[in-house]
């Protein structure tokens, strides 16, 4: 069943010699079978904390209307940053209206708040065409009671040329639950220029969740090919380049 509206929701690598932008400085391996064979990955719940509260729903209007997609905070100079797939926050290239950013929401619960976004920065190649190679967003949020988001929960750290073979964390939020899940596994390579990593359970809702390495940085969302995949064992990001660094600048400068 294809992502472009099954893990958003509701609404229709690497250079040699890896240049790494970062851009600040913040913060389900397999098992072997008995006969030596990998065991396919699963997510399993992610515990409340740091490094996941940064992570959160997105809804439109409030926690009563539609769940969308995930987002996560990355840190900017406004420190109001949020970075998901383009397909969970401009479906056909039109952004959504009246979008929300719940961070570590669980149960119904909203334990920072609910933050307001207020510009959606897609790429003109999704605008005009939502090419898989450009299935990634940054949103600008707006402070709650004088607070900017990151002051809040704090940011990962984006981060491009890094390539596969990176072992990375991964939450997000499944429409079927009111928690998030996670998994540590390892990426590769799907084309020069789409990532992605195998774990079970990454089902509608969880466009948009970070890829985290364990130094913090973001370096991949589920998206990009099949709008991040037809089964919920693997999941696809667009590689994070130099073309994606361009889109955080000019984000980040808006």
């Not at 334990?111 to 190679?133: K, R």
Request: with cysteine.
């Amino acid at each position: 069943m294809p992502r472009t509206s099954s893990r958003s929701g509701p609404s229709p690598a690497t250079a040699a010699g890896a240049l790494v932008l970062l851009l600040a400085v913040t913060g389900c391996g397999s098992a072997e079978q008995a006969g030596g064979a990998p065991e396919q990955a699963a997510a399993a719940p992610a515990p409340p904390g740091p490094a996941t509260d940064r992570v959160g729903a997105l809804f439109v209007e409030d926690t009563d209307g539609a769940r969308v997609c995930t987002a996560s905070v990355v840190h900017s100079p406004g420190r109001n940053l949020l970075i998901t797939a383009a397909h969970c926050a401009a479906p056909e290239g039109v952004p959504l209206d009246g979008l929300v950013f719940v961070p570590g929401y669980r149960n119904g619960l909203t334990p920072h708040g609910t933050w307001p976004i207020t510009a959606v920065t897609v790429d003109p190649a999704w605008e005009n065409g939502q090419d898989e190679d450009d299935d990634v967003a940054f949103l600008t949020v707006g402070p709650l009671d004088g607070r900017q988001v990151e002051d809040e929960v704090g940011s990962g750290t984006f981060a491009v040329g890094l390539g596969t073979g990176q072992e990375v964390t991964v939450t997000g939020y499944p429409n079927a639950g009111e928690a998030p899940i996670t998994c540590r596994t390892r990426t590769s390579s799907r084309s020069a220029t789409q990532q992605r990593f195998d774990c079970a359970g990454f089902t509608d809702g969880t466009s948009g969740s970070p890829w985290v390495t364990d130094a913090g940085q973001v370096i991949g969302v589920i998206g990009g090919y099949q709008t991040g995949g037809v089964s919920p064992d693997t999941s696809y990001s667009v590689a994070f380049d130099a073309h994606v660094a361009d889109l955080y600048r000019r984000a980040a400068a808006g």
